[in-house]
């Protein structure tokens, strides 16, 4: 019995010194970064007046630089492609948390699926994974069942499989702008410019009570902040929606508004300002961020 406690005692000295070599990787990984945005938050870096939230249509459709220099207020845009809003959420508690509250949020929507259940869409923790150093993304992780409580005192159950690569697997869709925005400067050779004169129902009841209850909480985040919230609704290569917006403004609080583009405008027709059916390119989107600025000067 002595010999096998001896020598389950050696194990454990063993494995917990090689799961301290791991460490290495863990500390490492953020270096390798194709997006440090989230980061920035961590540390505290982003104290700006208006936020940029939401996913790719935040992302490329709003530059964050030229609303500032439109509007003379400070800007930094933190919306991330292929995020849903639970990881909105998440985000601007991450920035209230760590950062000085901004002034206003703009809250670009994504038209009509912002509380449908989709694939395109989703939690991103593929961006938090090189961050796991941070015992706030390993918590995180823990309550989104990613993790478990080993966590704390392993660092082989921090690790995901992309920690141990230690190369930035970047595209060209990270393209990401001191000022936060990536601008789609590209052609997409794939997008058939036939504008569509059609949109599908919206049904309440197909709705995530998760991506609801997600939606909520930044709305209460900002009003007990006292933070004015612009809900922003960005052209698509389609006819508007005017039923997606109904919803959303059923959702209104004291301190939130609603930017709507001007449909009107002939720019939103013409398929040299898209990328593809739900998103301009960098010359569409300079003409949709005057826009905004506009309505932000005109509602200060």
């Known amino acids: 019995m002595k010999k096998f406690l001896k020598r389950l005692l050696i194990f454990t000295v063993l494995f917990f010194v090689v799961d301290k070599l791991f460490y290495i990787f863990i500390y490492l990984s953020p270096n390798y970064q194709v997006d440090n945005r989230i980061e920035k938050l961590l540390e505290g870096e982003i104290?700006?007046?208006?936020?940029?939230?939401?996913?790719?249509?935040?992302?490329?459709?709003?530059?964050?630089?030229?609303?500032?220099?439109?509007t003379a207020k400070s800007a930094y845009n933190i919306a991330f492609p292929g995020s849903d809003v639970t990881f909105h959420d998440f985000i601007l508690k991450t920035l209230l948390k760590f950062n000085k509250k901004p002034k206003i949020i703009i809250f670009a929507l994504d038209s009509p699926s912002e509380l449908l259940p989709t694939a395109s869409i989703n939690y991103r923790f593929d961006r938090l994974?090189?961050?796991?150093?941070?015992?706030?993304?390993?918590?995180?992780?823990?309550?989104?069942?990613?993790?478990?409580?080993?966590?704390?005192?392993?660092?082989?159950?921090?690790?995901?499989?992309?920690?141990?690569?230690?190369k930035r697997n970047s595209t060209k869709f990270d393209n990401v702008q001191p000022d936060g925005s990536t601008p789609l400067d590209f052609e997409n050779p794939n997008f058939k410019a036939d504008y569509i004169l059609s949109v599908g129902n919206y049904e309440i009841k197909d709705e995530s009570d998760e991506k609801r209850k997600a939606f909520k909480?930044?709305?209460?985040?900002?009003?007990?902040?006292?933070?004015?919230?612009?809900?922003?609704?960005?052209?698509?290569?389609?006819?508007?929606?005017?039923?997606?917006?109904?919803?959303?403004?059923?959702?209104?609080?004291?301190?939130?508004?609603?930017?709507?583009?001007?449909s009107l405008n002939s720019s939103y027709k013409d398929a040299s300002n898209f990328y593809d059916e739900s998103h301009l390119n960098a010359k569409g989107a300079k003409i949709f961020t005057s826009e905004l600025s506009n309505y932000i000067n005109l509602n200060q």
Do not use: H
């Open 129 to 166: 994974y090189p961050l796991v150093k941070y015992d706030y993304i390993n918590q995180e992780l823990i309550n989104k069942g990613d993790r478990n409580f080993t966590s704390w005192f392993l660092c082989l159950s921090r690790l995901n499989k992309t920690n141990l690569s230690l």
């Open 47 to 70: 104290n700006k007046e208006v936020i940029i939230l939401g996913s790719s249509r935040g992302a490329m459709n709003i530059m964050a630089n030229q609303l500032e220099a439109q």
């Open 217 to 262: 909480s930044i709305l209460d985040q900002c009003q007990s902040n006292n933070i004015k919230l612009i809900f922003a609704f960005s052209p698509n290569f389609q006819i508007y929606n005017i039923a997606f917006e109904k919803r959303m403004r059923q959702f209104k609080t004291p301190n939130s508004s609603f930017f709507v583009y001007d």
